[in-house]
């Protein structure tokens, strides 16, 4: 079920964006809520029983996420592990997790990894 952009924002986004100055914490909020608004764009056509593109979905998904990731980083690198730097650090943690979460979704959908990215151990 979708989140309303409004509720994240109350939480520990809303600490992470307090280091930046106002116009800089505009910019970051807009292009988050945007990114946010389409993920659940995405969710909600999947709720919907859309699946005619799932694996695409997902993997677009995974890169919106690896774009939130590198975002994350940034903003770590600006605290510098200042105050809210637990919280970014976290924040880049669950990303990740999410990352691969979707990743395992692939699989489920019978989607290959490429030989190329495979372990070694069978």
């Known amino acids: 079920m979708p989140v309303p952009f409004e509720e994240i924002?109350?939480?520990?986004?809303?600490?992470?964006?307090?280091?930046?100055?106002?116009?800089?914490r505009e910019?970051?909020?807009?292009?988050?809520?945007?990114?946010?608004?389409?993920?659940?764009?995405?969710?909600?056509?999947v709720i919907a029983g859309d699946k005619t593109d799932l694996i695409s979905a997902t993997k677009a998904l995974r890169v919106s996420?690896?774009?939130?990731?590198?975002e994350a980083q940034t903003v770590a690198r600006m605290?510098?592990?200042?105050?809210?730097?637990?919280?970014?650090?976290?924040?880049?943690?669950?990303?990740?997790?999410?990352?691969?979460w979707a990743g395992q979704a692939l699989g489920e959908y019978g989607h290959k990894l490429p030989e190329e990215y495979r372990d070694e151990a069978h």
């Open 27 to 45: 910019a970051k909020e807009a292009e988050l809520r945007a990114r946010f608004e389409q993920l659940n764009e995405k969710l909600e056509q």
């Open 79 to 100: 605290i510098n592990r200042g105050n809210g730097g637990r919280e970014v650090a976290l924040s880049i943690t669950k990303l990740q997790e999410a990352k691969m």
């Open 9 to 24: 924002k109350q939480g520990e986004v809303s600490k992470a964006l307090s280091q930046f100055s106002l116009v800089e």
């Open 65 to 70: 996420i690896d774009a939130s990731i590198k």
